[in-house]
């Protein structure tokens, strides 16, 4: 079995059925998790919950542990309060703040046509630079509910702001894929969200996709250290190797970069449990 994958979770995996072509179903998923020897996942999908599809898969496979949740994205309302009490009622565990529909994703985005009109895209902060009112509700009932809150593709500014409000609640905040540039913090906001207890989080996809260097990948966890981060995939495009492949080729680029293989554990086995408790 391979080493790598013994007993790592990804919690950060897209399957079918979904709005777009998927790399694969959620069975294909978990089935390859199993062989592999890998703990779990967590199913993400950017425009409905994934809570049922995840309690459903759990069932089948009684050995794995796997999570679903919901990203605030237009079709199920934005900064819902409502959509995230339910979907913490059917078991979900993450909530990501909005995503692909994103004002600030949207605006890097199209980045080079300064008339798109962005306005009907979600923000988080007001112009003031405060968490709107619906984002602190969205933040009480993930707390209600003992969810983790991921910051999505929101802007910088607004995800240290979440991250602060989240702190305040007792909450487990996450900052998601925090090396795409799409959403790129600094060192410097990832020491001080790491300060206030949040996780950062290192997909794949951004240095498989030729997005962020292994290297500077190395940089960020270093500054921060290995206790403070989680490594996921981003996976499930057409073109991407399935989840446990992507793992393994991120294990393999980070050990080469001296990384042990404890360390490797810390961030793929021993932080994601955390997360799941």
Not at 67 to 96: D, M, T
Not at 157 to 181: F, I, S, Y
Not at 219 to 226: F, L, P, S, T
């Given at each position: ?44 999908c950017?425009f ?22 919901i990203?605030?994205?237009r ?55 405060r ?45 998601t ?44 966890i270093?500054?921060?250290?290995c ?37 490797w ?13």
């Amino acid at each position: 079995m391979n080493k790598l994958l013994r007993g790592i979770y990804d919690l950060h995996a897209h399957a079918a059925p979904d709005v777009v072509p998927r790399k694969c179903d959620d069975l294909e998923l978990a089935c390859r998790l199993t062989d592999a020897g890998m703990a779990g996942c967590c199913i993400k999908c950017h425009f409905a919950e994934t809570a049922a599809r995840a309690a459903l898969l759990q069932a089948q496979f009684p050995t794995l542990r796997i999570a679903g949740g919901i990203a605030l994205n237009r079709a199920v309302g934005g900064l819902n309060p409502h959509a995230v009490e339910r979907c913490g009622q059917l078991g979900g565990k993450f909530v990501w703040f909005p995503t692909l529909e994103a004002r600030a994703f949207q605006c890097y985005r199209h980045s080079s046509e300064p008339e798109a009109d962005l306005s009907d895209y979600l923000a988080v902060c007001g112009e003031d630079g405060r968490l709107l009112p619906a984002a602190l509700e969205v933040l009480d009932a993930a707390a209600e509910n003992r969810m983790v809150i991921a910051t999505g593709h929101i802007g910088t500014e607004e995800g240290m702001a979440l991250v602060k409000a989240g702190a305040d609640r007792g909450l487990q905040m996450v900052l998601t894929h925090a090396d795409n540039p799409a959403n790129a913090y600094s060192v410097e906001q990832q020491r001080q969200a790491v300060a206030l207890g949040a996780l950062v989080e290192h997909s794949f996809f951004t240095t498989y996709y030729d997005r962020t260097p292994i290297g500077e990948i190395t940089r960020q966890i270093r500054a921060v250290g290995c206790e403070n981060v989680l490594l996921t995939t981003d996976f499930g495009q057409p073109d991407s190797p399935y989840a446990d492949e992507g793992m393994t080729q991120y294990g393999t680029l980070l050990l080469r970069q001296g990384f042990t293989l404890d360390e490797w554990r810390v961030m793929t086995r021993d932080n994601p449990s955390r997360l799941l408790r």
